[in-house]
């Protein structure tokens, strides 16, 4: 037998509402096993007790929407420590003590030439790095027979490395003039060898390969091996033919040097980064849990037998 359309919308609307009795009736049972230890709470009847079940689940909204906003200030934002190491090669000034073992220096030792007479010396070099060769000779006495004093003489340097200024080995060098001082020549060139760059790594580890990698590369052994030096007096004529002068020689070398791990520089930088998404992650998470919790308290605080 068919119902008709009062019949059938009655019926409808009895199943809802038995559905929706049925789940807010679990819901204030749910409620009441959670408050049930609260004190006080089990003298409440009535309206008073389901007030209280609609501000238990306000507060809960509340607490859970501070947390969602703690949460989100915590995790927005992320501090970091990042180090820095860095290194420098550096290079000692050309220096030559004859008191002092100095390994960037030789003095040869001295000699006495006559006019036209000449001294060669040699010299082997193995530190590495070379930067500028120099070299110099000078008139340091002469015998009293000497009639002219402006003495004049010349060295030649041959150098196992090529000069940036020439490209080639061989340096000649001429000049004179009293003894002492005044009768000194010289130079310095500069080799094909530049000065490291400073090194920078991020860490100490990091560093010291790239200092390896500079110290291990072919390049590094520019210098090393056999420089020879040969002084030479020039004729002074008949009157001089006899006497003698006493000359010093000396060769530099300006030379890199390889940090060593105590030579080493570290700075820290602290960084803050920031991902300013709390106020999107707060509007989405947040309205539902206004939404819920306002529902839920609505729920519990209607009597059960409406």
């Not at 550096?90 to 030789?106: A, H, K, Q, T, Y």
């Not at 006559?114 to 590495?128: L, M, R």
Request: glycine share 8%; aromatic share 8%.
């Amino acid at each position: 037998m068919g119902l008709s359309e009062n019949e059938f919308s009655s019926t409808e609307l009895n199943s809802s509402g038995s559905i929706s009795h049925g789940l807010r009736k679990a819901l204030v049972s749910s409620t009441n096993k959670m408050l049930v230890k609260v004190p006080g709470f089990d003298s409440l009847e009535g309206q008073r007790r389901s007030t209280m079940m609609a501000v238990a689940w306000g507060l809960t909204g509340l607490i859970l929407l501070a947390t969602l906003a703690i949460s989100t200030v915590l995790f927005s934002g992320n501090e970091s420590t990042e180090e820095v190491w860095t290194a420098s090669f550096f290079d000692p000034d050309l220096r030559c003590n004859i008191n002092d073992i100095v390994e960037e220096c030789v003095m040869f030792p001295r000699s006495s030439l006559g006019p036209g007479e000449s001294e060669t010396y040699t010299w082997t070099y193995d530190d590495n790095a070379t930067l500028a060769i120099g070299a110099m000779s000078m008139v340091t006495f002469c015998n009293i027979a000497t009639v002219d004093f402006d003495v004049q003489h010349s060295f030649t340097l041959e150098s196992p490395t090529e000069f940036a200024s020439t490209g080639g080995t061989t340096i000649e060098v001429e000049g004179g003039g009293s003894p002492g001082e005044e009768s000194a020549i010289w130079f310095i060139e500069n080799t094909t060898f530049s000065q490291p760059a400073n090194l920078s790594a991020d860490s100490m580890e990091e560093l010291q390969g790239l200092v390896d990698s500079v110290t291990q590369a072919e390049n590094w052994s520019t210098g090393n091996g056999l420089y020879t030096m040969t002084i030479e007096r020039a004729p002074s004529g008949p009157l001089n033919s006899a006497s003698e002068c006493d000359f010093d020689s000396y060769i530099f070398i300006n030379r890199s040097v390889e940090p060593l791990v105590d030579d080493f520089n570290v700075s820290q930088t602290v960084s803050s980064n920031s991902n300013d998404f709390s106020p999107a992650l707060v509007g989405a998470f947040g309205g539902s849990i206004c939404l819920a919790t306002a529902t839920l308290a609505w729920l519990v605080a209607r009597p059960l037998e409406l």
